[in-house]
């Protein structure tokens, strides 16, 4: 691909002398020109050009950015994770700052703090909480089961069933019990009386 520098400017959204000054700054190239002098560039042009407004619309340097386009052209891996972690740090101190600032804003609208207090506040960040993660409820119990409808979920009272088991036991000794005869025999009940065998007397 080879654009102009009217077209490079229309793809990446950036004014043709910002384009001049980023290329002033190392950002960009020495574009290839033609016989007439005329600057042509490429894709690459394109997205570089797109990450330096993006770096810049987060607010970085233009000497963090020149870094960071040269750690990815030269293809260096290690020193972009360097640069990561570096980021990350100073992303956890600007979220540290955001919180003091609106503590720190609230103490002045509440005419409880001075100029002095304010700024010592947002330097070593008192008043930024940290966020607390929020505690889940317990899970349900798997093997508690919800009562039919109609019926009641209360637990039932334990001395109701003793007393109930109890006088169940004690009608259960009550009640006889027949006792297994052997094959032939009539059972035995409580009022029967054993048979006695008749002898004719000898004359």
């Given at each position: 691909m080879s654009i102009t520098i009217k077209?490079?400017?229309?793809?990446?959204?950036?004014?043709?002398?910002?384009?001049?000054y980023y290329e002033r700054q190392g950002l960009l190239p020495e574009p290839v020109r033609t016989g007439t002098g005329q600057r042509r560039y490429g894709?690459?042009?394109?997205?570089?050009?797109?990450?330096v407004r993006f770096g810049r619309g987060l607010g970085m340097e233009i000497d963090g950015i020149r870094a960071l386009i040269e750690m990815v052209g030269d293809g260096n891996g290690e020193e972009i994770i360097v640069a990561a972690d570096a980021l990350g740090e100073r992303a956890e101190r600007m979220e540290v700052l955001c919180v003091s600032l609106r503590r720190v804003s609230a103490?002045?609208?509440?005419g409880s703090i001075d100029?002095?207090?304010?700024f010592d506040r947002l330097i070593t960040g008192e008043g930024a909480e940290v966020a607390v993660p929020v505690e889940t409820p317990p899970a349900p119990n798997p093997d508690a089961t919800e009562a039919p409808q109609g019926q009641s979920s209360q637990p039932m009272d334990t001395t109701v069933v003793q007393e109930e088991a109890s006088t169940a036991v004690e009608l259960a000794?009550?009640?006889p019990t027949a006792k297994a005869a052997p094959e032939g025999d009539a059972p035995e009940t409580p009022l029967s009386k054993p048979k006695r065998k008749r002898t004719r007397a000898k004359l």
């Amino acid at each position: 691909m080879s654009i102009t520098i009217k077209e490079l400017s229309e793809r990446a959204g950036v004014k043709i002398p910002t384009i001049r000054y980023y290329e002033r700054q190392g950002l960009l190239p020495e574009p290839v020109r033609t016989g007439t002098g005329q600057r042509r560039y490429g894709s690459v042009d394109v997205a570089r050009l797109r990450f330096v407004r993006f770096g810049r619309g987060l607010g970085m340097e233009i000497d963090g950015i020149r870094a960071l386009i040269e750690m990815v052209g030269d293809g260096n891996g290690e020193e972009i994770i360097v640069a990561a972690d570096a980021l990350g740090e100073r992303a956890e101190r600007m979220e540290v700052l955001c919180v003091s600032l609106r503590r720190v804003s609230a103490a002045i609208i509440g005419g409880s703090i001075d100029e002095a207090e304010a700024f010592d506040r947002l330097i070593t960040g008192e008043g930024a909480e940290v966020a607390v993660p929020v505690e889940t409820p317990p899970a349900p119990n798997p093997d508690a089961t919800e009562a039919p409808q109609g019926q009641s979920s209360q637990p039932m009272d334990t001395t109701v069933v003793q007393e109930e088991a109890s006088t169940a036991v004690e009608l259960a000794a009550e009640e006889p019990t027949a006792k297994a005869a052997p094959e032939g025999d009539a059972p035995e009940t409580p009022l029967s009386k054993p048979k006695r065998k008749r002898t004719r007397a000898k004359l």
